[in-house]
């Protein structure tokens, strides 16, 4: 059973911010006087800590980072070779919007696009109104956890940061809840990296070394070993984070960009390995079975670092994609509803060596592929009578009118079933995995391979796992066994990136002109947020 946490707090305070520009302004859920809620420790914990995290998942389009669509995780996973959602004649066109995510022609007036933006800030300056409350209580206090909760936020909002950052590159970065329009500017990216990377660093030996994954006082929170797992992303990415302008097909070299770390000077790469020994020092651990960190009721993973917590009586949170995914009488079957939607792209298949003497065995655990059936084994049925029978080499961008319109693509099956789940199964018990263990040995493999060191020890832990023969550690198998490994789980977009391969052409996708130039490794600034800043200079190529 999960145990009462701070996503059960429904009284929380979330203070207007008020601002010139339009993206900076939130208005609270649950509003109260601003005199009150901050009297005591225990108000501020909950008014100025607990508050944030309603917004780590959500139930409606654009908001949380995982679980609903049309926002972080669809901008990560359907522009990449992952995943496709197909126009089904009627189907998914939705205004191209699908289509032009895929074959990245998302356009400066994206809807989704600026939805994302506007989620992503508005807890950005949540988190900045925070902040000063623990600050004006400090002055007149000095309790022993305010240093903690101070770290907490600051944390907490450089995470925030870190995903403007990875998605649309030269951001603003905004320290107050009250910010005059002129005083609102772009920074370089890499400045916004050096800033986060430092927000978290400062913040770490602050933060309990807990498990945040687990039912608890800790639960969903961001304790040390997110901030660790988040420091090591920052460095492994370092080449594409520093590099201000990403259109000039040159990189700062990871070798030679150091950081502190504890007193010891490292490179880029060797700062990954050490910030993944901390984690490993804290004791996480590939779980013995693959699924299990996916299971309904997954609290007790030892692998999973940072989950959305999913409750359906105690929490709104949704999880979207497996709803959507699934043919409709296949979720039927399951006592659920289905929207007959996203799938594995041909890329995909062949990374899995599907219907192959090398086919990966992750492939059962995270597609539904062939003949599916219920929950008592029984073969699913079309409308007609006839089996129902995914076909994955089917799938296209545009399926409308061909005879496998509705059951061509690999389905998502990713996470346990949850057989009590509701509103269509998309209020279910399964926590959100974020951020795993596996992800920690694959990112430190792949700093030694280029850090000219062997990363094969840790590459084949993962494969051990799922009892496929050991690989050697190049960066060609990393980027295969990442996709293997983490499919669904909205890494596909920024791994691409990082490994030079995000504007190629593949199936159903032609390189745009002048994409190879790298210019949609971010999106764009939101053209009517541009509009309410103009000194702001749109990102090359838009």
């Given at each position: 059973?999960?145990?009462?946490?701070?996503?059960?707090?429904?009284?929380?305070?979330?203070?207007?911010?008020?601002?010139?520009?339009?993206?900076?302004?939130?208005?609270?859920?649950?509003?109260?006087?601003?005199?009150?809620?901050?009297?005591?420790?225990?108000?501020?914990?909950?008014?100025?800590?607990?508050?944030?995290?309603?917004?780590?998942?959500?139930?409606?389009?654009?908001?949380g980072?995982?679980?609903?669509?049309?926002?972080?995780?669809?901008?990560?996973?359907?522009?990449?070779?992952?995943a496709?959602?197909?126009?089904?004649?009627?189907?998914?066109?939705?205004?191209?919007?699908?289509?032009?995510?895929?074959?990245?022609?998302?356009?400066?007036?994206?809807?989704?696009?600026?939805?994302?933006?506007?989620?992503?800030?508005?807890?950005?300056?949540?988190?900045?109104?925070?902040?000063e409350?623990?600050?004006?209580?400090?002055?007149?206090?000095?309790?022993?956890?305010?240093?903690?909760?101070?770290?907490?936020?600051?944390?907490?909002?450089?995470?925030?940061?870190?995903?403007?950052?990875?998605?649309?590159?030269?951001?603003?970065?905004?320290?107050?809840?009250?910010?005059?329009?002129?005083?609102?500017?772009?920074?370089?990216?890499?400045?916004?990296?050096?800033?986060?990377f430092r927000?978290?660093q400062?913040?770490a030996?602050?933060?309990?070394?807990?498990?945040?994954n687990?039912?608890?006082?800790?639960?969903?929170?961001?304790?040390?070993?997110?901030?660790?797992?988040?420091?090591?992303?920052?460095?492994?990415?370092?080449?594409?984070?520093?590099?201000?302008?990403?259109?000039?097909?040159?990189?700062p070299?990871?070798?030679?960009?150091?950081?502190?770390?504890?007193?010891?000077?490292?490179?880029?790469?060797?700062?990954?390995?050490?910030?993944?020994?901390?984690?490993?020092?804290?004791?996480?651990?590939?779980?013995?079975?693959?699924?299990?960190?996916?299971?309904?009721?997954?609290?007790s993973?030892?692998?999973?670092?940072?989950?959305?917590?999913?409750n359906?009586?105690?929490?709104?949170?949704?999880?979207?994609?497996?709803?959507?995914?699934?043919?409709?009488?296949?979720?039927?079957?399951?006592?659920?509803?289905?929207?007959?939607?996203?799938?594995?792209?041909?890329?995909?298949?062949?990374?899995?060596?599907?219907?192959?003497?090398?086919?990966?065995?992750?492939f059962?655990?995270?597609?539904?592929?062939?003949?599916?059936?219920?929950?008592?084994?029984?073969?699913?049925?079309?409308?007609?009578?006839?089996?129902?029978?995914?076909?994955?080499?089917?799938?296209?961008?545009?399926?409308?009118?061909?005879?496998?319109?509705?059951?061509?693509g690999?389905?998502?099956?990713?996470?346990?079933?949850?057989?009590?789940?509701?509103?269509?199964?998309k209020?279910?018990?399964?926590?959100?995995?974020?951020?795993?263990?596996?992800?920690?040995?694959?990112?430190?493999?792949?700093?030694?391979?280029?850090?000219?060191?062997?990363?094969?020890?840790?590459?084949?832990?993962v494969?051990a796992?799922?009892?496929?023969?050991?690989?050697?550690?190049?960066?060609?198998?990393?980027?295969?066994?990442?996709?293997?490994?983490?499919?669904?789980?909205?890494?596909?977009?920024?791994?691409?990136?990082?490994?030079?391969?995000?504007?190629?052409?593949?199936?159903?996708?032609?390189?745009?002109?002048?994409?190879?130039?790298?210019?949609?490794?971010?999106?764009?600034?939101?053209?009517?947020?541009?509009?309410?800043?103009?000194?702001?200079?749109?990102?090359?190529g838009?």
């Amino acid at each position: 059973m999960k145990r009462y946490s701070i996503f059960c707090i429904l009284a929380a305070l979330c203070w207007l911010v008020t601002s010139c520009d339009d993206f900076l302004k939130e208005k609270p859920r649950d509003a109260q006087p601003e005199e009150e809620g901050y009297r005591n420790i225990s108000e501020l914990y909950l008014n100025a800590v607990a508050s944030l995290y309603n917004y780590i998942g959500g139930n409606s389009d654009s908001q949380g980072l995982q679980g609903t669509g049309r926002g972080v995780y669809d901008l990560n996973t359907f522009t990449t070779d992952e995943a496709i959602m197909p126009t089904r004649g009627g189907d998914w066109y939705d205004g191209g919007f699908w289509q032009g995510l895929f074959l990245h022609k998302w356009g400066v007036n994206n809807d989704a696009i600026q939805a994302t933006w506007e989620y992503l800030y508005k807890v950005v300056m949540l988190s900045n109104s925070s902040l000063e409350h623990i600050e004006t209580y400090a002055l007149n206090h000095s309790d022993a956890e305010l240093p903690a909760y101070r770290a907490e936020v600051r944390a907490f909002r450089a995470m925030y940061y870190y995903y403007l950052m990875d998605l649309f590159g030269r951001i603003p970065v905004v320290m107050a809840s009250k910010v005059a329009s002129k005083d609102i500017v772009l920074s370089e990216r890499k400045e916004v990296f050096d800033f986060i990377f430092r927000e978290l660093q400062e913040s770490a030996p602050f933060l309990p070394a807990e498990f945040s994954n687990r039912s608890g006082n800790y639960y969903g929170r961001l304790t040390r070993p997110v901030a660790y797992f988040l420091l090591a992303k920052l460095a492994l990415n370092v080449e594409i984070y520093t590099d201000n302008d990403w259109t000039d097909d040159t990189h700062p070299d990871g070798k030679t960009i150091f950081f502190d770390v504890d007193g010891s000077t490292f490179n880029a790469w060797q700062t990954v390995e050490a910030y993944c020994d901390k984690i490993t020092a804290l004791g996480y651990r590939l779980e013995p079975d693959y699924t299990d960190n996916f299971a309904v009721y997954n609290e007790s993973s030892v692998e999973n670092i940072f989950t959305i917590p999913m409750n359906k009586t105690l929490y709104t949170n949704q999880m979207q994609y497996l709803f959507r995914s699934r043919h409709y009488n296949h979720a039927k079957a399951l006592g659920l509803s289905g929207e007959n939607g996203s799938s594995a792209t041909i890329e995909a298949l062949q990374a899995f060596g599907y219907e192959t003497d090398e086919q990966d065995p992750r492939f059962d655990y995270c597609y539904y592929a062939g003949t599916v059936y219920d929950l008592k084994g029984n073969v699913v049925k079309l409308d007609d009578g006839t089996v129902l029978v995914y076909e994955p080499w089917k799938v296209k961008l545009d399926l409308s009118d061909e005879s496998y319109e509705k059951t061509a693509g690999a389905r998502m099956k990713k996470y346990e079933i949850d057989d009590k789940a509701m509103k269509d199964g998309k209020l279910i018990e399964n926590d959100i995995v974020l951020f795993r263990y596996a992800d920690v040995l694959l990112m430190k493999s792949e700093a030694k391979v280029r850090d000219g060191r062997n990363g094969d020890e840790e590459l084949n832990l993962v494969r051990a796992r799922i009892g496929v023969p050991q690989r050697t550690a190049t960066l060609t198998n990393l980027l295969a066994e990442r996709q293997m490994e983490f499919a669904w789980e909205g890494w596909r977009r920024q791994d691409l990136i990082r490994f030079g391969q995000f504007t190629r052409a593949y199936s159903s996708r032609p390189q745009l002109p002048d994409e190879e130039n790298g210019y949609t490794t971010v999106f764009p600034i939101p053209e009517k947020i541009r509009q309410m800043n103009p000194g702001w200079k749109q990102h090359p190529g838009y």
